[in-house]
């Protein structure tokens, strides 16, 4: 009980990142320098077999994991080459 306090106590302290749901396995996070940030939906197309990014990177609908905020969003570290993809839940 006094950990489940603790770390609510810690967590009402930290200053929250507009997007602070970024998985780490995605990218650095938010900070200065990160490499996760929302996507503007013109960079991005639906086709049968996933999202088109920027007419050149595919994301398969297997890939591609759902954004909270019902936005897109990309992750590109150092590399340069997508790590992540987030987008819009789709409704069927």
Do not use: N
Not at 40 to 64: C, H, M, N
Not at 81 to 91: E, H, N, T, V, W
Request: aromatic letters at 10%.
């Amino acid at each position: 009980m006094k950990r489940i306090l603790l770390v609510t106590l810690l967590m009402s302290c930290a200053p929250a990142a507009a997007h602070d749901w970024y998985p780490l396995a995605c990218c650095r996070g938010t900070e200065v320098g990160g490499d996760c940030a929302p996507l503007p939906a013109s960079r991005v197309k639906e086709t049968p077999q996933g999202y088109l990014i920027d007419g050149k990177i595919l994301k398969s609908y297997a890939e591609t994991r759902w954004s909270p905020d019902g936005q897109f969003h990309a992750c590109f570290p150092a590399s340069g080459a997508l790590s992540c993809f987030f987008a819009p839940q789709r409704s069927f």
